[in-house]
C-alpha cells in the first residue's frame, strides 16, 4: 500500500494538503525518514538522513533558478545531490516511477559525506573521550 504523506516546512503553518495525502506535519521527521521508502524534497537536509539510509532521494527544485539567485550552495547543487533534480511536474512523476534510478549517484553521495556506515559511532565518541589527556 502506498500513500504520499507530506511534511510541511516547519515556518509554513497553513497550507492545504491535496485529498488522497496524508498530512504528516507533526510527525517527527525521524520516524518518518524510517518508515518512509524515498523523499521528495527540494532544498532539505533531510537529504542526507535517507541518503545515509540508502533511501531514494527526488529533489523537485522548479524554482532553482530563483533559490539560486537569492541564495548559495556549497556545492554545485544539480551534481551534488543524491538523486535526480526534477523540474517540471512531468518530469517528477517520471522520477517517482524509477525512484533507483539514480544509484549510484547516491553511492557516490554517501561516500563522499559518511566516513562511518556502521552503527558504531557511540563507540567511537566513547573510545576518544575515554583516552583523552586532559
Known amino acids: 500500500d502506498k500513500r504520499l504523506l507530506i511534511k510541511l516546512h ?5 497550507a492545504t494538503v491535496p485529498d488522497g495525502a496524508t498530512n504528516v506535519t507533526e510527525c517527527d521527521i ?6 518512509c521508502e524515498s523523499v521528495i524534497t527540494d532544498y532539505s537536509s533531510v ?7 540508502s533511501k531514494p532521494c527526488i ?16 556545492f554545485d547543487y544539480e551534481s551534488g545531490v543524491p ?3 526534477v523540474k517540471d511536474s512531468d518530469a517528477l512523476l517520471e522520477a517517482i516511477k524509477n525512484p533507483r ?6 553511492r557516490q553521495f554517501r561516500e563522499f559525506h ?9 563507540e567511537r565518541i ?8 586532559f
Open 101 to 106: 534510478k539514480n544509484e549510484e549517484k547516491l
Open 30 to 35: 525521524g520516524m518518518l525518514t524510517l518508515i
Open 59 to 74: 529533489f523537485y527544485a522548479f524554482d532553482l533558478d530563483e533559490y539560486e539567485h537569492e541564495r548559495s550552495f556549497y
Open 126 to 133: 566513547y573510545n576518544a573521550v575515554t583516552s583523552a589527556s
Open 114 to 122: 559518511f566516513d562511518y556506515i556502521d552503527c558504531s559511532n557511540a
Open 47 to 53: 537529504c542526507m538522513d535517507f541518503a545515509l539510509l
Open 10 to 14: 516547519p515556518q509554513i503553518h497553513s
Open 83 to 85: 538523486g535526480p533534480v
